[in-house]
């Protein structure tokens, strides 16, 4: 009876079982380590170090039960004419609905960033070594819960953001999935910096209906006040996917001094809030899964 006394107040108490502990602060920070070593030169496209980051996400996402797939492409990139070679990284969750099993959700973020400019490795930290945690954090978490969830989940970390939304780009024109079938698409670019009212910026909203009002909803739960934009679809790669009347949902934690210089490092990251942010993107990737509300898209000026 104690022990029984015991459960229940930490049911009460959202300590046992609560949704906000499904993603480790531990795990991401690991990703972010890796991903803005010093080693890994700032992530530029092309480069041997490129692939050693393609080796980690698709290690990462085998590791958690998937069978990750390279989309390879081409391109020229912005002070060069000559093409160099990058990938997008795809793994899939199949859904488990008889019809919706065929519409899919997409979650993305890129795994790039500048390089070595003047001689100093940019590490990219919050831009987006943080997306990319989250990411990989929420796919490993919904494969390990097989939550029968009704549409399928597909997790995209795309190349050569940086270089003018060239991962994006190339899949939305040569799709691994009838475009026709995506539903959403989640990008998350820059989720490091939560501040201090914990703003946590939703560009999209209105390209489907009810969008706000899920948003609103789900931040209940959490300790997150999202700011909500129906319409400025934003400049990462969701836009991409808006150009093809495609619904979206870009996030992100907001600009800061260090964006694009070699101080966006993980030292100024928000770890906890990172974290608190995983969770909340992860109900949000599982309701968008599970409603049956249509999510048709609609154009916002």
Do not use: W
């Not at 009876?1 to 795990?27: H, S």
């Not at 987006?128 to 969830?149: F, P, T, Y």
């Not at 619904?247 to 992100?252: K, P, Q, T």
């Amino acid at each position: 009876m104690r022990r029984l006394f015991f459960i229940c107040c930490l049911i009460c108490l959202g300590l046992y079982g609560n949704a906000q502990d499904k993603i480790r602060k531990a795990a991401l920070k690991q990703h972010i380590a890796f991903l803005t070593a010093d080693s890994l030169q700032g992530r530029f496209p092309g480069t041997p170090q490129d692939s050693i980051v393609q080796n980690y996400i698709v290690g990462q996402l085998k590791t958690a039960g998937y069978q990750p797939i390279l989309q390879t492409f081409r391109f020229k990139t912005k002070n060069d004419l000559a093409k160099i070679s990058t990938a997008n990284i795809l793994g899939i969750l199949a859904g488990k609905h008889p019809v919706l099993k065929k519409q899919v959700i997409i979650l993305g973020a890129h795994y790039d960033h500048l390089g070595i400019k003047n001689g100093k490795i940019h590490p990219g930290a919050d831009d987006n070594a943080s997306g990319v945690s989250v990411l990989l954090e929420i796919a490993k978490r919904l494969k390990q819960e097989d939550l029968n969830l009704k549409r399928s989940i597909l997790f995209i970390a795309f190349g050569a953001e940086e270089q003018g939304l060239k991962g994006s780009d190339f899949f939305v024109n040569n799709p691994l999935v009838p475009l026709n079938t995506i539903q959403v698409m989640l990008n998350m670019d820059m989720l490091g910096r939560l501040n201090q009212e914990k703003h946590l910026y939703i560009n999209g909203a209105g390209t489907f209906r009810k969008g706000n009002k899920m948003l609103r909803k789900l931040a209940k739960n959490y300790d997150v006040k999202p700011v909500i934009h129906l319409g400025s679809v934003g400049g990462s790669d969701h836009v991409s996917f808006y150009k093809k009347e495609i619904s979206v949902l870009g996030l992100h934690t907001g600009a800061h001094e260090q964006y694009h210089l070699p101080t966006d490092s993980k030292s100024l990251l928000n770890y906890n809030g990172l974290q608190m942010l995983s969770n909340y993107i992860y109900q949000v990737v599982v309701q968008l899964a599970n409603t049956e509300q249509n999510l048709e898209f609609i154009a916002q000026d």
